[in-house]
């Protein structure tokens, strides 16, 4: 790869995740401003208050590409087999209730390291966790990695890692994504991060009820699911009226063979 490009996972390019967020406000993002994507979507009860806002000066750009990473890779993995494998179809919650869960879980001293994979994971206790703590451990988890680059030391990181910690030294230098993050930029990401795990978890839910056709679907749905059901119940019925007309056509046809073959057998 071109040692000039942010390092990426498998050295590819993101872009569904990011392209998919131009989706919900274009004008917005066409400067890819984090700040306004924030205010649109992000403020609410318990998070930043607006006398300590202040507009972040990355872009969506800059938050995808130092996302596409083996720790976001595995972040997922492990939300995937903590709670997507027992909730396929559950609906997501929102962000204000995984804001709430946040506020709850960082005034825990005693369980916040849980959140941010400071722990092995057959030594943390999820007896008690609901589904919002599942979103709030891939948020802290994520934000803790970026705090890992920004205050570590590359000889305490792995290999991936390292190459990041260098890039925002080196050609990265005079990118805002690597200036010290405040509360702001820490506010920015973890919606953006939120946003990034919805994705993520609509594509899982799309594709397991794919696979899982007979699956009965709760009454706490994901939307995600609920549309590919719809989806597959419209082609459903496509496929029936397509039956049904070739049917028609075929006893057409053949009523027309019919009357063909009395109409020459008339002639002898």
């Known amino acids: 790869m071109n040692e000039r490009r942010h390092p990426t996972l498998d050295d590819e390019t993101p872009k ?44 969506i750009t ?11 890779r595995d972040a ?8 997507l494998y027992q909730h396929p179809l559950e609906a997501s919650p929102s962000w204000q209730e995984v804001v709430n869960a946040m506020d709850r ?23 008690t966790w609901v589904k919002e703590d599942y979103w709030v451990a891939y948020i802290l988890r994520l934000l803790q990695y970026r705090k890992k680059i920004e205050k570590g030391h590359p000889a305490d990181m792995d290999e991936f890692e390292a190459r990041v910690y260098y890039y925002s030294r080196t050609v990265g230098y005079e990118n805002p994504f690597y200036y010290e993050w405040d509360a702001s930029d820490r506010w920015a990401a973890a919606y953006l991060l939120y946003a990034k795990l ?12 794919e696979e899982h056709p007979e699956e009965a679907l709760p009454e706490d749905v994901h939307p995600a699911a609920r549309d590919v059901v719809e ?4 082609r459903e019925r496509e496929r029936r009226e397509q039956a049904r007309a070739n049917f028609r056509n075929h006893l057409i046809n053949r009523h027309h063979l019919q009357a063909t073959l009395r109409y020459v057998l008339s002639w002898h």
């Open 105 to 127: 879980v960082v005034t825990d001293p005693e369980h916040l390291p849980d959140y941010l994979n400071l722990r092995r994971a057959h030594e943390i206790d999820k007896s």
């Open 62 to 72: 800059d938050f995808a590409y130092f996302y596409h990473c083996p720790e976001s």
């Open 198 to 209: 919805s994705y993520e978890r609509d594509l899982f839910s799309a594709n397991y009820l």
């Open 231 to 234: 989806e597959r119940e419209e």
């Open 16 to 59: 569904f995740f990011w392209e998919a967020l131009e989706t919900d406000i274009a004008d917005t993002l066409r400067y890819q401003e984090a700040s306004l994507y924030f205010k649109v979507f992000g403020w609410v009860d318990n998070g930043i208050t607006p006398s300590k806002w202040r507009d972040v000066l990355w872009t």
């Open 76 to 83: 997922f993995a492990r939300f995937r087999y903590d709670y």
